[in-house]
């Protein structure tokens, strides 16, 4: 049974900070490719960030500088730190995970809201 489970949303101020944890099991986790997915209300699913399997990071531009994907193959969890929160970084946030072999995963979603 493969799991995806995300925490960490919740409401911001503009210009804080937000950590989502995804907790990853019934996958051969070290071998997976791990990222981060957002969807607005009104849009479509957009990437926001990937790790590799050895730990190389690929984030979308609106990410670029102010977000940073990380993950620990020990205890199975990818983490993305979101700093410089914009009212526009409101969406549900998804985490995936994907292989050549096995294909791919998504966890339910966790909410995050920037707003004064």
């Known amino acids: 049974q493969v799991q995806l489970v995300e925490s960490g949303g919740g409401l911001v101020q503009p210009g804080g900070s937000l950590r989502l944890s995804c907790a990853a099991s019934?996958?051969?986790?070290?071998?997976?490719?791990m990222g981060w997915y957002r969807q607005a209300p009104g849009k479509q699913r957009e990437l926001v960030a990937t790790?590799?399997?050895?730990?190389?990071?690929s984030y979308a531009d609106s990410a670029k500088g102010r977000f940073t994907i990380s993950r620990d193959n020990v205890k199975n969890t990818v983490y993305l730190q979101m700093n410089s929160l914009k009212p526009e970084d409101t969406a549900v946030y998804y985490c995936?995970?994907?292989?050549?072999?096995?294909?791919?995963?998504w966890g339910q979603g966790t909410q995050v809201t920037v707003s004064s």
């Open positions: 995936s995970a994907r292989s050549t072999m096995y294909g791919s995963n």
């Open positions: 790790i590799s399997s050895g730990g190389s990071p």
């Open positions: 019934g996958i051969i986790f070290r071998i997976y490719v």
